[in-house]
């Protein structure tokens, strides 16, 4: 069995013809190594300037496995995390403090050593401890200074110190937030940038599944655009974007703004220029994956969707349909099974053309063809 992995069973009864009954409930289980000894190795206490740019000194702790951690590099499936909270909190299932993962560093002894670092967004003063687990996050087990044989204790934790940089002002709150664009499984948000703040080290977004919050950060970035890739096609979400400063001086919450991740539609106006020498008798149609415009439009035929006259030699038509979708078309004179289809200046056959929906600024999109030749009109035949 492999460490950290997860097992599902099930049993069956089995009678003396062979018959068999349904599965019972099911069951997992996860083997995994046992932590023997585990610590907070250094340093026991540490001072430290906010800042949004400047982690923490690194924190090591080290942990123990027998006849595991002994051989040579990391331990396959052992993590550790360095966390902070609260002064005098325990640490075990605790929302308020914060968890980072943590890199393994060397062997030291017959122990592997972790390192990290932290950063703290409020000055005051916290606890830090290591936390390890085998399986995968599952469960975990706390580790302070004197080690985990006699459970943690808060006394041994260490002991941060968080102070100001002497920076209290809040930056300007951004204004301009607006929806660039949406689709099934994105929203796309801009801002107007926050201008002569030398302290200034960027932006949070806040994002909410009801208007006026409250609102939960979910990124933090140092230019003014971002892409929410984590929604749901259908459901309306609330933004709101605030300045953050290198010392962590938040602005307040701009103004609010609600997208709704789907498909939106797109009119697409075709405006064509036909040769001079197209007969005046025929009209200019198109033909091509139609179906995927509004309205029912058929598939490749070329004598039923015709375009509307426009000034000379020029046509166009309009249709609608959801940005994204992909169409290909070419223009014929409406003649059954494409005898009088568009073709190159030479004379030659030429590919379906394509083109993609965009929704762009304002949901309409213009396409301007030319076309340059039509089979079975001089100078491409008679």
């Known amino acids: 069995m492999q460490n950290a992995r997860t097992y599902y069973y099930v049993v069956t009864a089995v009678d003396s013809a062979g018959n ?55 331990t396959d499936g052992l993590r550790a995390q360095l966390g902070f909270g609260p002064d005098g909190s325990n640490p075990d299932g605790n929302p308020d403090w914060v968890w980072v993962e943590a890199a393994f560093n060397v062997d030291a002894g017959n122990n592997d050593e972790f390192v990290a670092s932290m950063l703290p967004e409020a000055v005051g003063t916290y606890d830090y401890a290591y936390r390890y687990s085998t399986s995968g996050g599952s469960d975990w087990v706390y580790a302070d200074l004197d080690g985990i044989t006699n459970g943690y204790d808060a006394s041994q934790a260490g002991a941060l110190t968080v102070v ?11 204004t301009g937030l607006h929806v660039v664009s949406v689709s099934p499984g994105s929203i796309e948000l801009a801002w107007d940038a926050v201008a002569g703040d030398a302290t200034l080290y960027g932006y949070e977004v806040l994002r909410s599944d009801a208007s006026g919050g409250p609102y939960e950060r979910i990124a933090r970035l140092t230019n003014t655009t971002y892409t929410d890739n984590q929604v749901t096609e259908g459901e309306v979400y609330y933004y709101v974007v605030r300045a953050l400063d290198q010392s ?53 035929n070329s004598s039923a969707v015709s375009l509307s006259p426009a000034g000379t030699d020029q046509w166009t038509i309009t249709f609608t349909g959801l940005e994204g979708t992909t169409i290909e078309y070419k223009y ?9 289809v568009e073709k190159d200046a030479s004379c030659a056959e030429i590919g379906n053309r394509l083109l993609t ?19 079975n009109v001089a100078p491409c035949g008679n």
């Not at 609010?256 to 789907?262: D, I, L, Q, R």
């Not at 014929?332 to 009088?340: A, E, M």
């Not at 929906?357 to 089979?375: F, S």
């Open 248 to 300: 962590f001086n938040r602005s307040g919450e701009s103004a609010e703004v609600s997208a709704t991740p789907e498909a939106r539609s797109v009119t697409l106006v075709l405006n064509v220029t036909a040769p001079d020498w197209t007969p005046e008798d025929r009209s200019v149609h198109i033909a091509g994956t139609l179906s995927r415009f509004d309205g029912g439009y058929p598939d490749w």
């Open 20 to 74: 068999e009954s349904a599965y019972s409930d099911e069951v997992s289980a996860q083997p995994h190594f046992t932590i023997d000894w585990a610590n907070l190795q250094w340093p026991p206490f540490m001072s430290h300037t906010i800042s949004v740019t400047d982690r923490t000194d690194d924190v090591y702790g080290q942990v123990y496995i027998e006849n595991v951690t002994s051989q040579p590099g990391a």
């Open 357 to 375: 929906l965009t929704y762009g600024d304002d949901g309409t999109q213009t396409v301007n063809d030319t076309v340059l030749n039509w089979r």
């Open 332 to 340: 014929t004179l409406g003649s059954p099974d494409f005898f009088d």
């Open 164 to 174: 100001g940089s002497g920076d209290t002002t809040a930056p300007a709150t951004p």
